[in-house]
């Protein structure tokens, strides 16, 4: 911790800086969506290798294939919070592309097991490798962008992994083809030619992510101070050295156990479409060629809807009241599945899959201080992601074809994702309406706060007498 307090920083030439300087900014950030899109194509292709013969040549009998989906998300899970703090540790462009490797080396290696116990350790290795990429890239993208900015720019990110659904349907129906080259199954093919594709992104990021405004190329002298300048003023000078009292600041935080509920309900139900949505066309009447291309339109909906409900949030620097109405259209969806022969996949992917990023946006908004931050995102990714090893067991075969049971499950999480909302939003506008009336009483507003005194409550993050909530 410095020994003194900071100096005033003078505002820049915000107006200036916003037509131009965050433009590049996005651009720039947009080029690294890259990794989030093959992070969800290459745990989630196991679904279009199943229709391609994987059950059948690795000879998968009962649940032996969704033991296969949920014995991922154990290792994943444990793998977040090092990561972020390895991030935060070491370097985004180097972090990043160094787990993008070890991934992509376990997906193509995938490609060669010959037994089920050889899938079990390879999806173990992958999701050991590929857990810290979700919470990393949220991280990174606070280092850059203001609070109510954040909303918009996860979701962009998150809008890259719908379309990597939306594309490995089409990319498996095309590599499955190749059936039958050099020796191996179609579904090997799958999984060796993407994991080839994450390998080369991954020596490809290193030399395009950028760690930071200071060494960002694309930025004027001026535009990086007036980066730096904003954070300063959006954060409020909370801490942002790392000390290990910031981690269990973050671990007794119950709100960031809320936040982590309210990700695990929607995450069941995006798992289970990304896991199960071409066996459910194919259950229905559908090809498997045709199984593979119908579960593209649902993905790209999902995409739009993703982006759509992030900008809007964004604009009205709010959380809660969108993320209970995007899950009050997909309870919807699913009791329209559940009660007749009606498919309104569209209408669930639309409304689930906006609620992956903005939960995350949210916990993110609300945590003062880059490490707790880190921590925080960390954990709540890490205990949204459990919701695979549920989703895992959601479409059982025994269930078929109308699966009673998994939209059940499915209406129940995302019933317990909006009541968590719900209360949260009522909480934290309570508790902003308390701090404001404690201030009003001192004769004091967020204006007359002096760097001194935000300074002397840096280390108390979110919990600071001038912080506010985002609700």
Not at 74 to 98: C, D, G, Q
Not at 106 to 127: D, H, Y
Not at 371 to 392: D, E, F, H, N, P
Request: aromatic fraction near 12%; glycine fraction near 10%; include cysteine.
């Amino acid at each position: 911790m410095s020994s003194k307090p900071p100096t005033e920083v003078q505002a820049g030439p915000s107006e200036k800086f916003n037509a131009i300087g965050s433009h590049e900014m996005a651009h720039k950030t947009s080029l690294e969506a890259g990794p989030v899109g093959l992070s969800f194509l290459d745990r989630s292709n196991v679904g279009n290798a199943r229709l391609a013969g994987l059950e059948r040549d690795l000879d998968l009998q009962g649940l032996d294939y969704n033991i296969v989906l949920a014995v991922f998300f154990p290792f994943y899970v444990a793998a977040e919070i090092p990561s972020n703090i390895m991030m935060k540790r070491t370097s985004p462009s180097l972090w990043i592309s160094l787990i993008m490797l070890v991934w992509g080396a376990c997906m193509t290696l995938m490609g060669f097991v010959q037994s089920f116990t050889g899938l079990l350790f390879a999806r173990m290795s992958l999701g050991l490798a590929e857990g810290g990429l979700f919470p990393d890239v949220a991280f990174y993208i606070t280092l850059w962008y203001r609070r109510h900015e954040t909303g918009f720019r996860i979701a962009v990110f998150f809008s890259a992994a719908t379309l990597a659904g939306a594309f490995g349907g089409l990319l498996a129906s095309g590599i499955s083809k190749m059936d039958g080259i050099g020796g191996r199954p179609g579904w090997s093919c799958i999984f060796i030619i993407e994991g080839l594709i994450t390998i080369i992104v991954a020596i490809v990021a290193k030399f395009v992510i950028t760690d930071n405004p200071d060494s960002a190329g694309f930025l004027t002298s001026e535009e990086k101070t007036e980066v730096k300048m904003r954070l300063k003023k959006d954060t409020d000078d909370l801490a942002t050295e790392y000390a290990t009292r910031y981690i269990f600041d973050a671990l007794r935080d119950w709100k960031i156990w809320v936040y982590s509920l309210i990700l695990f309900g929607v995450g069941v139900p995006v798992y289970s479409i990304s896991f199960f949505l071409p066996t459910i066309l194919a259950n229905i009447g559908y090809s498997h060629e045709k199984a593979q291309l119908m579960s593209v339109p649902p993905y790209v909906l999902g995409c739009l809807s993703t982006v759509t409900a992030g900008y809007v949030a964004d604009k009205y620097n709010t959380r809660g009241p969108f993320i209970i109405g995007c899950n009050l259209i997909g309870i919807s969806g699913l009791v329209m599945l559940i009660s007749s022969q009606m498919l309104p996949i569209d209408r669930l992917c639309s409304s689930v899959f906006p609620n992956i990023p903005a939960p995350i946006s949210w916990n993110s908004n609300n945590v003062g201080g880059s490490t707790k931050r880190a921590v925080a995102i960390g954990l709540q990714v890490g205990l949204g992601s459990l919701s695979g090893m549920i989703s895992g067991f959601s479409f059982r075969p025994s269930d078929a074809p109308r699966y009673f049971a998994g939209y059940s499950l499915l209406i129940g999480t995302v019933t317990m994702s909006t009541v968590l909302s719900l209360i949260m939003h009522i909480y934290l506008t309570r508790e902003n309406g308390r701090r404001n009336a404690a201030m009003a009483v001192r004769g004091l507003t967020l204006d007359d706060y002096t760097e001194e005194m935000k300074y002397h409550e840096r280390e108390k993050g979110d919990y600071a007498s001038f912080f506010r909530y985002t609700t």
